[in-house]
Nanobody, 122 residues
């Protein structure tokens, strides 16, 4: 089992920045690729970014490419999502997840955190 806990969400003005963290406990952290997803009210959960076990490979959704950066610190069992140039359309609950492979589809992730709210005001 892997337990995931997100933090760092909040309210920010458009153009601002936030850094989300996702701390893991349980089975070996470095055994899993990690992803960030988000879900806005009335919309389906969507892929944001993913990072491989070593951190050497990353994927991004087109909507966040160039603005968001995913990274991980295996020594601290933590993955991060640095979000810059935030837009109102980035408003959502952000979830981190763990998978045995580097994937973009939410159904391929086995473990999920409880989510953290990000609200971007215009």
């Amino acid at each position: 089992q892997v337990q995931l806990v997100e933090s760092g969400g909040g309210l920010v003005q458009a153009g601002g920045s936030l850094r989300l963290s996702c701390a893991a406990s349980g089975r070996a952290f470095s055994s899993y690729s990690r992803g960030w997803f988000r879900q806005a009210p009335g919309k389906e959960r969507e892929f944001v970014a993913a990072i491989s076990r070593s951190g050497g490979t990353t994927y991004y959704a087109d909507s966040v490419k160039g603005r968001f950066t995913i990274s991980r610190d295996n020594a601290k069992n933590t993955v991060y999502l640095q979000m810059n140039s935030l837009k109102p359309e980035d408003t959502a609950v952000y979830y981190c997840a763990a998978s045995d492979g580097l994937r973009r589809d939410s159904y391929e992730y086995d473990y999920w955190g409880q989510g953290t709210q990000v609200t971007v005001s215009s």
